[in-house]
């Protein structure tokens, strides 16, 4: 898909009425209008960005059952949120660019990684063929030990399909039981799947898998024997978490499955898919 250019969104921004048309023919495209009181098709249109209905003629937001109706900001601000979003500009930086308060731009911008994570949770899909699996920590530096062991670090599981998705999980720990049950239950039996030397990887070929594994003590890559690609995921996530300067742990999950999503994504029309997201659009 083709990016949603800036020109593109300077036109639908135009006008508050612009901004609106271009929402409702979306949800209307996406899952249709319904009045939410007598469930009837026929409307027309009043001031303010409500609609009447043509039945029971009661006025309403067309947009109150979805995303964009848990935070009160106009049709042209949530378009520009949407737009600064999918560029990764800071909530703080966005609420400046916007005029609203750095609370409501951060609220924005929480509604949009939760309708990600709840499109990640609907279309969850399973992993085949050649697949690299490997632990990653994440938190602020700490004294003391790093790496596997650490304290005080959210531990994130990632599979990645070659060719294919990334998929991560936080976990409670990296035992034999956590990883194996997490592999089982995301990838399809048969599969290649290339790990480090953790013990805790010891038991997938007892779990009809092909296990090969890479001594990086040593070296990297042996042939096609490497997890190059889940590592790259990686560095790719906490390049960009790192400019948050700290994410609240019940927050992290929207964070790290949002670097899952722009990973999986970065050839598509980010800003067309969140949109889609939040009028609650099946796929």
């Given at each position: 898909m083709d990016i949603m250019e800036l020109h593109q969104l300077v036109g639908l921004c135009r006008s508050e009425t612009d901004a609106f048309e271009y929402l409702f023919q979306k949800k209307k495209e996406l899952i249709g209008n319904f009045c939410?009181?007598?469930?009837?098709?026929?409307?027309?249109?009043?001031?303010?960005?409500?609609?009447?209905?043509?039945?029971?003629?009661?006025?309403?937001?067309?947009?109150?059952?979805?995303?964009?109706g848990r935070l009160r900001m106009s049709c042209v601000s949530w378009l520009?949120?949407?737009?600064?979003?999918?560029?990764?500009?800071?909530?703080?930086?966005?609420?400046?660019?916007?005029?609203?308060?750095?609370?409501?731009?951060?609220?924005?911008?929480?509604?949009?990684?939760?309708?990600?994570?709840?499109?990640?949770?609907?279309?969850?899909?399973?992993?085949?063929?050649e697949i690299e699996a490997d632990e990653s920590y994440f938190g602020g530096k700490r004294k003391g030990k790093r790496g596997r062991g650490a304290g005080g670090k959210t531990i994130v599981f990632g599979i990645l399909e070659r060719g294919g998705k990334v998929s991560v999980k936080i976990v409670k720990d990296v035992s034999a039981d956590t990883l194996i049950n997490e592999t089982v239950a995301k990838v399809r039996r048969?599969?290649?799947?290339?790990?480090?030397?953790?013990?805790?990887?010891?038991?997938?070929?007892?779990?009809?898998?092909?296990?090969?594994?890479?001594?990086?003590?040593?070296?990297?890559?042996?042939?096609?024997?490497?997890?190059?690609?889940?590592?790259?995921?990686?560095?790719?996530?906490?390049?960009?978490?790192?400019?948050?300067?700290?994410?609240?742990?019940?927050?992290?999950?929207?964070?790290?499955?949002?670097?899952?999503?722009?990973y999986n994504n970065r050839d598509y029309n980010l800003f067309e898919l969140l949109v889609k997201y939040m009028l609650g659009a099946d796929n």
């Open positions: 939410p009181r007598c469930r009837g098709k026929e409307f027309y249109f009043m001031s303010s960005g409500r609609i009447r209905c043509s039945n029971c003629k009661i006025d309403y937001n067309p947009f109150f059952d979805t995303g964009f520009l949120l949407i737009k600064l979003f999918e560029l990764e500009v800071s909530a703080r930086k966005a609420g400046i660019q916007l005029g609203v308060s750095y609370p409501t731009a951060l609220k924005g911008f929480d509604i949009l990684r939760s309708a990600i994570l709840q499109e990640l949770s609907r279309s969850d899909e399973i992993l085949k063929g048969g599969s290649i799947v290339y790990t480090d030397k953790w013990k805790g990887y010891d038991s997938l070929m007892f779990c009809g898998y092909r296990h090969l594994n890479i001594d990086h003590g040593c070296k990297f890559k042996q042939g096609k024997v490497c997890i190059n690609g889940v590592e790259g995921f990686w560095s790719f996530a906490k390049e960009r978490l790192i400019k948050h300067h700290g994410i609240s742990k019940n927050k992290f999950l929207l964070y790290i499955k949002e670097m899952e999503w722009r």
